[in-house]
């Protein structure tokens, strides 16, 4: 008898008389799919087949193979694969030689988390924002992008529509997390492209995006104040109301007496961010 297989030149076998064409032969499949193996016979038809797989840890599992109405076809499915293994085709007491499965992942985002640094003006200290595909911040905000993928891959980045790369680097401490930092100073949107050790690119790459708030100037709204005449000595008022989105440092008044330079008077600090302070 003569016996060879691949995915391309199935098994042939003709001991005892049986000639039989095993496909897939050796092959890879994607973890946690179904494999189907069939078993030709175009010349003897046995009884019945039976398909033997072997685990790695050795432990073998037969599954009945059923035959395709007429065609000489013997066929067997395993719901999911989730382990490399070895599967062979027995019938009327022959066993082929195993063919290996492969099994392999395509690379694919497992969790994004984002590290938020903001602009010392805005007086709001580091965050990290934990499993997320979208954040808001304040312009010129830091962003550091950590993705956490599923396996080591060859190459990591994210691209805009427009065609700006930013490659994501390893973690020198963690194979699995890639990670980039830029600062912020609009808002973007990115799909990210994955790429394993054998070429295989991400089947859905997911978008992260960054949504960039504008710094809004300070508000002043007069209360109360108006042209006025007054005399030597005599008071006069002015009120106000200043607000900021992200506080205000300093506010006061800026006067000039006929020709005199003009002075500033500071009336206030720290006021707190979306928060109205009146100015007596």
Request: hydrophobic residues 30%.
């Amino acid at each position: 008898s003569q016996l060879n297989g691949s995915a391309e030149n199935p098994a042939s076998d003709s001991t005892s008389g049986y000639v039989v064409a095993v496909n897939p032969g050796d092959t890879e499949i994607e973890k946690g799919t179904g494999l189907l193996v069939t078993a030709r016979f175009p010349e003897r038809l046995p009884a019945k087949a039976t398909l033997l797989v072997t685990q790695q840890d050795g432990k073998q599992t037969r599954v009945p193979m059923n035959r395709s109405l007429d065609d000489p076809l013997f066929g067997g499915h395993l719901t999911s694969v989730n382990q490399d293994m070895t599967y062979q085709v027995e019938y009327a007491g022959q066993v082929t030689p195993p063919f290996k499965v492969t099994v392999f992942e395509y690379p694919t985002l497992v969790r994004a988390d984002a590290k938020l640094t903001s602009p010392g003006y805005t007086g709001m200290s580091s965050k990290l924002v934990e499993d997320t595909h979208s954040i808001s911040a304040v312009e010129g905000s830091k962003l550091q992008w950590i993705c956490h993928l599923n396996k080591p891959v060859r190459q990591a980045r994210l691209e805009t529509k427009s065609g700006e790369v930013i490659t994501l680097k390893q973690d020198a401490k963690d194979p699995l997390r890639y990670q980039a930092t830029l600062t912020l100073t609009e808002s973007k949107r990115w799909t990210m492209h994955l790429e394993d050790q054998q070429g295989r690119a991400n089947q859905s790459p997911p978008e992260l995006v960054a949504q960039v708030l504008r710094n809004q100037p300070p508000k002043l709204k007069l209360a109360n104040a108006r042209d006025s005449r007054v005399s030597p000595l005599e008071e006069m008022t002015v009120e106000a109301n200043v607000w900021d989105d992200y506080g205000l440092s300093q506010y006061g008044i800026t006067y000039r007496f006929g020709g005199d330079k003009a002075a500033d008077v500071v009336l206030g600090e720290a006021v707190p961010g979306n928060q109205r302070r009146k100015v007596p």
